[in-house]
T-cell receptor
Framework: ETGVTQTPRHLVMGMTNKKSLKCEQH?????MYWYKQSAKKPLELMFV???????ENNSVPSRFSPECPNSSHLFLHLHTLQPEDSALYLC???????????????FGPGTRLTVL | AQKITQTQPGMFVQEKEAVTLDCTYD???????LFWYKQPSSGEMIFLIY??????QNATEGRYSLNFQKARKSANLVISASQLGDSAMYFC??????????????FGQGTRLTINP
């Protein structure tokens, strides 16, 4: 399999559940990202990992917990979510490069999350 | 702080016509990068085209071209000979900063493009 894959593609969970989103990239990249896309809002960057080290946490509530065990895998652990957390969660990866790099981020298909 | 503005929530175009999607940006950085992505209903963000702030020529990729006007801080996407498969959301984004080799992207609100047969 190539590119960036995400599982599951759709997830419905109650507010008391615990679930995890998985992202895997097959591009040899070593930076990975989680984004949240809500209706009628721009993509919001949640977390950034570079060489398995978290380098950015954009004031995300603690009910979202990321994990990057290696450069190919990224998880988002979810617990006690709220209905307003319902959104499309996108994972992306990119090579580690400098400021003038033309390289971009490559996105997975996303997980559509519904919190009841 | 960096900001991307896309002022067209929706665009309707006849098949085979050219279409321009607007994007303006705000940054105090001298060096930056601008990207356009396409998001079909399936959800995946597909990279289309890139323009560096120091690039003297407008970027082109097949039917996509970027009309880069640095003084006006605009980076409009032009799609020539539109096709039904071009119907999607289109996002303009700017690379705002590099952190340990990882890049932060700032996205606009997006424009929903509908191609009519």
């Amino acid at each position: 399999e190539t590119g960036v894959t995400q599982t599951p593609r759709h997830l419905v969970m109650g507010m008391t559940n615990k679930k995890s989103l998985k992202c895997e990239q097959h591009l040899g990249h070593n930076a990975m990202y989680w984004y949240k896309q809500s209706a009628k809002k721009p993509l919001e960057l949640m977390f950034v990992y570079s060489l398995e080290e978290r380098v950015e946490n954009n004031s995300v509530p603690s009910r979202f917990s990321p994990e990057c065990p290696n450069s190919s895998h990224l998880f988002l652990h979810l617990h006690t979510l709220q209905p307003e957390d319902s959104a499309l969660y996108l994972c992306a990866s990119s090579p580690r490069k400098g400021l003038t790099s033309t390289d971009t981020q490559y996105f997975g298909p996303g997980t559509r999350l519904t919190v009841l | 702080a960096q900001k991307i503005t896309q002022t067209q929530p929706g665009m309707f175009v006849q098949e085979k016509e050219a279409v321009t999607l607007d994007c303006t940006y705000d940054t105090s950085d001298q060096s930056y990068g601008l990207f356009w992505y396409k998001q079909p209903s399936s959800g995946e963000m597909i990279f289309l085209i890139y323009q560096g702030s120091y690039d003297e020529q407008n970027a082109t990729e097949g039917r996509y071209s970027l009309n880069f006007q640095k003084a006006r801080k605009s980076a409009n996407l032009v799609i020539s000979a539109s096709q039904l498969g071009d119907s999607a959301m289109y996002f303009c984004a700017m690379r705002s900063v590099i952190i340990q080799g990882a890049q932060k992207l700032v996205f606009g609100q997006g424009t929903r493009l509908t191609i009519n047969p």
